[in-house]
């Protein structure tokens, strides 16, 4: 399902928007939600427009270090900037609108950068998260660009401009709830953690636990062992694999 749109001005125009008159000039690049677009779509022949599905925003979401939380998102109905190379921006635009034959990775890739253009405007995330249907992720994503914090369910409301209530019946009709998805996320970058080079107590601060031992409790119960077996356990599993397995012969 198509739920944005990056749009390329070909040709300068006006529009009206909220009882005003816009003023696009050429090569200006645009990232509008699925309702807005239609405002700069009356002219066709003047812009170039690439739809993008959920599917491309959530992979894009996915990736924690894309995610720019503010504490005061803006809703913005679209986002207007420049691109210093155009020719470049509208040869990928009509290539990923043309062509289903290009390599999914790439493809992906592709569409990634076309939605970092806008990534340093206060209003892009919003605009990412009014795009996807499931309040689970959009919850998720915010709880993973700051995994040390102490959120608060009111945080999230807050971010989401609803409800506490809503928010925690929302959630319940996508079976699960703001505790559980936290515990999810933290004991899922705990379990990464583990095998880097940080002592416990830095891996419960990290994912946001004032207290070690509690953390290594939380722990514990989640995995079934605590970190420092998971650790061993997995160091001895490497050290019982045949040679063979472990380190590939090279070709010379």
Known sequence: MFVCSVILVNHPFE????????????????????????????????VTELRIDECIVR?????????QYSDTPIPVPFIKT?????????????????????????SEQMFFACLSIFSTYRGFMPMLFKCINSVALKVGYIICSSPSRAWKIKDISNALYMSESLLKRKLREEKTSFSQILLDIRMHNARQLVFSKLSVNQISIRCGY???????????????????????????????????????????
């Open 15 to 46: 529009t009206d928007f909220a009882g005003k008159r816009l003023f696009l000039q050429k090569n200006d690049v645009l990232l509008t939600d699925d309702v807005s677009k239609s405002l700069f779509l009356h002219h066709p022949g003047n």
């Open 82 to 106: 420049s691109f210093t190379l155009p020719s470049l921006l509208h040869d990928i635009v009509i290539n990923l609108s043309r062509h289903n034959t290009l390599p999914q990775q790439f």
């Open 59 to 67: 992979k894009y979401l996915e990736s924690a270090d894309r995610i």
């Open 210 to 252: 004032a207290s070690t031992a509690y953390f290594i409790s939380v722990f514990r119960q989640y995995y079934g062992i605590t970190p420092c077996q998971m650790l061993i356990n997995q160091t001895m599993s490497v050290e019982n694999r045949p040679s063979a397995q472990r380190s590939m012969p090279v070709s010379v």
